[in-house]
């Protein structure tokens, strides 16, 4: 339990650094690099050593209490159950793409079959999230793009609160 507990809290520490840095959770956190910066790479040292903690107690877990024969007896029916179930899923799919690009084909509609030419699966959640993730700072942090001193790529200057 601890080892699985300790595995989240460290991913959840990643992703808190990785939000952190694309979507600055202050109004002037993303004008000052440096502190973003420091932000970050704290977020991801705390969640590093979390994960690397849960790795040790789970191998703490496994040489001392884990069994994995009694339990892998005892639900094999489930297991076995669960597997069958996944390849009839997988062989349906399969199989349905197969109809798919067959009927099109029947039909004269080469266009409309999957292909590496024709209809692309493309990761469209994705695309959406990185498209609203390069949209953001103009909203959520006006000064997120420009450069806060000549070091970090500019002559362009951020000034908050008349300072620099």
């Avoid at 080892?3 to 952190?20: C, D, E, K, Q």
């Avoid at 040489?63 to 094999?76: A, G, K």
């Avoid at 993730?133 to 959520?140: E, S, V």
């Amino acid at each position: 339990q601890l080892s699985i507990n300790l595995a989240m809290l460290g991913s959840l520490t990643i992703i808190v650094a990785h939000h952190m840095y694309a979507m600055p959770p202050y109004p002037y956190l993303a004008t000052d690099y440096g502190t973003q910066l420091s932000l970050f790479t704290h977020h991801m040292w705390i969640g590093g050593f979390l994960i690397v903690g849960a790795a040790a107690h789970a191998a703490i877990f496994m040489v001392r209490d884990y069994d994995p024969t009694t339990r892998y007896l005892r639900h094999r029916d489930a297991i076995i159950s669960h597997l069958n179930w996944v390849c009839i899923f997988l062989g349906f799919h399969s199989f349905g793409l197969y109809i798919h690009n067959d009927t099109m084909s029947a039909l004269g509609r080469p266009q409309d079959m999957f292909s590496d030419t024709a209809i692309q699966l493309q990761p469209v959640f994705a695309q959406w999230i990185q498209n609203t993730h390069a949209l953001a700072p103009g909203t959520t942090a006006p000064g997120a793009t420009t450069s806060t001193s000549l070091t970090w790529g500019g002559g362009d200057l951020v000034a908050v609160g008349n300072k620099v």
